[in-house]
């Protein structure tokens, strides 16, 4: 990793500089807590012409609503259109920015922030490292080399990065590394416990409601000729609405369907449109489940990945089975979509 043309391209800024941050679209924990920690960061040093943005929608999804940095997000379309420096966070390509896509080129520097593997390599200074747990690892880093100390603010994001990216530090990326860096981020007073019940364990009743009938209709597909089981279940726009909820709430869907102990891969489709999904994919290990995502058309890590399907429900898990090698169990699918 560049750390020195990163560091430069911070310190060369202008008194007067203007920074844009932006991460990838329907942001997660990652996304917003490393571009906000690395924001307040940068206020510390003095950057006050700072603005912090995501493609689509503006909303910050609920869980996300107590994060300190808030202050700095400005509506995609509000947003800086020449700044010396962007700084992108967690997205390993261009297609992950949607309108944004552009603000790399032709003005300022581009400072790319990312731990994907799979990384383009897309900014004019990358520092990408996929053996990072979260790209928060990244940010923390380049915060200690630019000489920025971790405050309570800073380190609350930088926190809700690290345990959204780690599974509250259950996956095999929760390295020796990961607990020295978030008992660097403990030491300024953050209150782990307060932290996680917002960020995981608190959702409307609507939603527990929805989950209850969206898992109900998940589907086991016993190990077949690859002899990898694959647990699945859908939800439609339908099912959201009659539950008065929004589209960020089924972010968290995959966790109860992931803990199937009969299934090596798990996968939850959530309609975003007439014919269009967004498809998350999880392996427990056997199966590369960003090959998957890859050869439809999406990107991801080995063991968390996802792309964008389109037409029916049954179309594309049955994509999905045809690169998992699963033979199709079509008596097994309900009628109703
Ligand atoms: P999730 O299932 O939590 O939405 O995403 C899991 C991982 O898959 C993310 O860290 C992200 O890297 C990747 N991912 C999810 N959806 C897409 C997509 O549509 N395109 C690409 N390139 N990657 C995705
Ligand atoms: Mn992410
Ligand atoms: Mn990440």
């Given at each position: ?38 924001g ?16 689509g929608?503006?909303e ?9 940095g ?10 800086d ?37 799979s990384?383009?390599g ?46 509250s530090?259950?996956?095999d ?21 307060d ?7 608190s ?15 998940a ?11 694959l647990?699945w ?57 960003s ?34 090698a ?12």
């Amino acid at each position: 990793a560049d750390w020195a043309a990163a560091v430069a391209a911070v310190r060369r800024l202008p008194a007067d500089g203007r920074v844009l941050l932006i991460c990838h679209v329907n942001p997660d924990g990652d996304a917003l807590g490393s571009m906000l920690g690395f924001g307040l960061g940068l206020r510390r040093l003095g950057v006050d012409r700072l603005q912090a943005t995501f493609p689509g929608p503006p909303e910050v999804p609920e869980p996300f609503r107590g994060l300190p940095g808030l202050e700095l997000l400005v509506p995609a379309a509000a947003a800086d259109p020449e700044p010396d420096l962007v700084i992108c966070f967690d997205a390993a390509s261009e297609s992950r920015l949607g309108e944004l896509a552009g603000r790399l080129t032709g003005t300022g520097i581009a400072l790319v922030l990312d731990h994907h593997a799979s990384n383009t390599g897309f900014g004019d200074v990358n520092l990408v490292d996929p053996a990072a747990a979260a790209t928060s690892v990244v940010a923390e880093e380049l915060l200690a080399r630019l000489g920025v100390s971790l405050d309570a603010g800073i380190a609350e994001c930088l926190y809700v990065a690290l345990s959204t990216d780690t599974g509250s530090f259950r996956f095999d990326a929760t390295t020796v590394a990961v607990h020295e860096m978030a008992a660097r981020l403990l030491a300024t007073g953050i209150r782990p416990g307060d932290i996680s019940r917002r960020i995981f364990d608190s959702r409307p009743f609507g939603a527990v409601r929805l989950f209850g009938e969206v898992l109900g209709r998940a589907r086991l597909e016993p190990a077949a000729a690859a002899g990898h089981g694959l647990v699945w279940t859908y939800a439609t726009l339908d099912d959201l609405a009659r539950h008065d909820q929004r589209p960020y709430v089924l972010e968290a869907l995959i966790d109860p369907v992931r803990c199937t102990a009969e299934a090596d891969v798990s996968c939850v489709v959530k309609q975003t449109g007439p014919a269009e999904w967004a498809v998350s994919l999880r392996s427990k290990g056997a199966v590369d489940v960003s090959r998957v995502a890859v050869a439809l058309g999406g990107g991801g890590h080995r063991l968390a990945a996802g792309f964008t399907g389109r037409g029916t429900v049954d179309e594309v898990v049955d994509r999905i089975r045809t690169e998992l090698a699963v033979p199709a169990t079509r008596g097994d699918i309900d009628k109703q979509r």
